[in-house]
């Protein structure tokens, strides 16, 4: 729903939705029957449209995409009746306008925002594009050129970039009173008029190099958006932009959202918005104990054992998270070399590409603390091992670490296959022992798969759990067996693609299908970069091949 109120010859509509305003059936009428309250108030001159809350408003309710979505007023013709208003209308932007709220906002005549607001048309990260008119007004406002970076990739930006390329009017403190600051430019700019104002009715800037543009994107989503749908539609659809008027455009504009909701890759994108944050409520099946009861352990001070592929990518995720004290261990002095060289030049590169900042990228740096043996671990508050997958070695660094890290510590073993518990047991309290399997390369990957053994305890739990949460990862908490969720899923795509071999394909076809059709790396690639040494082991280990067969049986009779 949306609040209404009168301060001052300015109409106040807020949204009211919690957690995030999304833009509801509710809400979209609530603002429409306020709009009409203002439009009738001969005391209004000016309207203030603003969110209450922690946030401006998020976009459309991605709930409803399956019911209420077309109840009227549906959000395009929202936002054609706003901006038709003969009283201007200023968005008051805090937190976040995406999606249909930043459409919503460019549907507005002006628009002001504190300096720590984000912006974004992020609708081709669930498999559609801003239906809502964000591909006809954002050209008109900023061109097609910037647009198309806008829209295609969906990536957010700061108010003072959007302020910058002129979408945002005028900007104030993160610390301000947004409401208060919008009123008060809302009373300056009465009695001025809106012809320019509306944004339908600008031409597009950059119109006649449109083609041009377009190639260049198309070259370039080609290349980061392997197999996506969306990001084709969202170009074209700004094209049109450029080559219709604006009543056209959004005929065209409604024929690709109508072609990409309900599509597959639609619904498994919004499948996995909704399961990224639901993996965020952990709870241990049958106890009772979950993320809202049980709070994390403090932890300041990390320390990593291997700087192998594996253990330079946690240590690249835990400086990104901000973690000050990294103290990194791997006896082998190349590998510690190599290691440490590695991710220095990773550090540089987000510098370089301006990632983080340069004063960042130092404090990156200062917080690695290369130490030579276990004793300079005893103040660590976790540890995370992620040496060789050998049950032995294991075993020798975690007894090795029961003796010298505090009670407290938690000991994290990053071994993506093996028993968690057998590698608890060689400690004084395998209940401060947990696992937690990082994917290559880790400081890219988003998943991390916590591995809660018999002993673990809740707040060691609740700890990992924490923890992969300050990293930015999707972080997920499974059971303990053998080859835990992510391995065993993997198993079976991994035995589909080797009997491809089997039946003559090259390992480098297999890839290549596969990045076509959107993966990241192929099967092969994954393989080479985690070490097929790996996989090897966790086979013989387990004796995964059957018995009967003779050894090199093809994979298919195993
Ligand atoms: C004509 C059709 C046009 C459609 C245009 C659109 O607008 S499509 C929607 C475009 N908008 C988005 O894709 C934004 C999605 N949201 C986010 O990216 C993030 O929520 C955020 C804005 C970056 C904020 O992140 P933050 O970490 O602060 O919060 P959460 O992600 O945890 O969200 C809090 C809860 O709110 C739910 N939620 C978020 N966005 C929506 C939404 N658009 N619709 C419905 N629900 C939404 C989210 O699921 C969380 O719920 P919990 O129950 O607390 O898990």
């Keep these: 729903m949306a609040n209404y109120s009168v301060r001052n010859q300015v109409a106040i509509i807020s949204l009211c939705s919690p957690p995030v305003n999304a833009l509801s059936s509710d809400v979209r009428r609530g603002i429409l029957d306020s709009l009409k309250k203002a439009e009738q108030d001969v005391k209004v001159a000016a309207i203030v449209i ?22 009227f007023p549906n959000l395009f013709e929202l936002v054609d009746i706003l901006e038709s208003s003969p009283k201007p209308i200023v968005a008051a932007i805090h937190g976040h306008a995406f999606g249909g709220g930043l459409e919503v906002a460019l549907a507005c005549h002006y628009r002001v925002a504190l300096s720590s607001a984000k912006l974004a048309l992020p609708e081709v990260k669930l498999g559609i594009l801003p239906g809502a008119g964000g591909t006809q007004r954002l050209p ?57 104002r509306r944004v339908s009715k600008l031409p597009v800037k950059d119109a006649s190099k449109v083609s041009h543009i377009m190639e260049k994107y198309k070259q370039i989503v080609g290349k980061k958006s392997r197999g996506a749908i969306a990001p084709m539609v969202c170009l074209e659809a700004i094209k049109h932009a450029a080559l219709l008027p604006y009543v056209e455009g959004m005929k065209k504009e409604r024929m690709g959202i109508e072609a990409l909701m309900g599509s597959d890759q639609s619904k498994s994108l919004i499948y996995m918005f909704f399961a990224e944050r639901q993996v965020r409520n952990w709870t241990i099946p049958g106890t009772g104990i979950n993320s809202k009861n049980t709070k994390p352990i403090k932890v300041e001070k990390v320390a990593v054992i291997g700087l192998g592929t594996m253990g330079r990518g946690i240590v690249l995720s835990l400086l990104k998270a901000g973690i000050k004290h990294v103290s990194v261990m791997e006896l082998n002095k190349t590998a510690r070399e190599n290691g440490l060289l590695f991710i220095k030049n990773i550090l540089e590169g987000y510098a370089a590409r301006g990632t983080i900042s340069e004063t960042q990228k130092r404090s990156m740096v200062d917080a690695l603390k290369p130490v030579s043996n276990f004793e300079m671990l005893k103040d660590t508050d976790l540890v995370i091992e992620a040496v060789f997958e050998s049950m032995s070695i294991k075993k020798d660094i975690f007894a090795k670490l029961g003796q010298v890290c505090k009670p407290s510590a938690v000991l994290a073993t990053n071994t993506s296959a093996l028993d968690v518990d057998e590698i608890a047991m060689v400690t004084p309290k395998p209940k401060q022992v947990v696992g937690m399997h990082f994917f290559a390369p880790a400081h890219v990957m988003k998943l991390l798969e916590n591995v809660r053994g018999s002993k673990s305890s809740p707040q060691v739990i609740a700890t990992a759990m924490n923890m992969g949460q300050r990293m930015g990862k999707v972080t997920v908490l499974v059971g303990n067996c053998h080859g835990f969720v992510g391995n065993r899923m993997f198993r079976h795509y991994t035995v589909e693609t080797d009997f491809m071999l089997e039946e003559g394909a090259y390992p480098e076809q297999v890839d290549t299908v596969l990045k076509k059709f959107g993966f990241a790396m192929g099967r092969y690639q994954v393989g080479d970069l985690s070490g097929n040494d790996i996989g090897y082991r966790m086979r013989t280990k387990f004796e995964m091949t059957n018995k009967q067969q003779p050894p090199g049986a093809p994979e298919r009779e195993r």
């Design 140 to 196: 008109r406002l900023i061109g097609i050129d910037s647009s198309m970076q806008w829209i295609a990739f969906g990536d957010e930006y700061s108010a003072q970039i959007a302020a910058n390329i002129g979408i945002i009017d005028r900007i104030f403190p993160s610390n301000a009173d947004i409401l208060e600051s919008a009123v008060q430019y809302a009373q300056s700019i009465i009695g001025k008029s809106l012809i320019n």
């Design 50 to 71: 603003c969110g209450e809350g922690r946030t401006f408003c998020v976009g459309a309710d991605i709930t409803e995409f399956k019911s209420e979505f077309k109840t």
